[in-house]
C-alpha cells in the first residue's frame, strides 16, 4: 500500500507543486491467482497557493 501512496504523491508533483499532506479515503486492490496482485488508493492531497 505504501508504493501505492507514493507512486499517486509522484505523479501529483509533475503538475502541482507545494504539496503538503495527503489522506488516503479509501483502499482497495485486486486479487490473481489468490494472491494480492496490486494496491489501490484514493487520496487527498493538500497542496499551498502562493501569489
Given at each position: ?7 499517486a504523491?509522484?505523479?501529483?508533483h ?9 489522506q488516503v479515503v479509501e483502499?482497495r486492490?485486486n ?21
Open positions: 500500500m505504501d508504493d501505492a501512496v507514493e507512486t504523491i509522484q505523479r501529483a509533475k503538475t502541482v507543486k507545494d504539496l503538503c499532506w495527503f483502499t486492490g486479487i490473481a491467482k489468490g494472491k494480492v496482485h496490486q494496491w489501490q488508493v484514493t487520496l487527498k492531497i493538500g497542496f499551498a497557493v502562493k501569489d
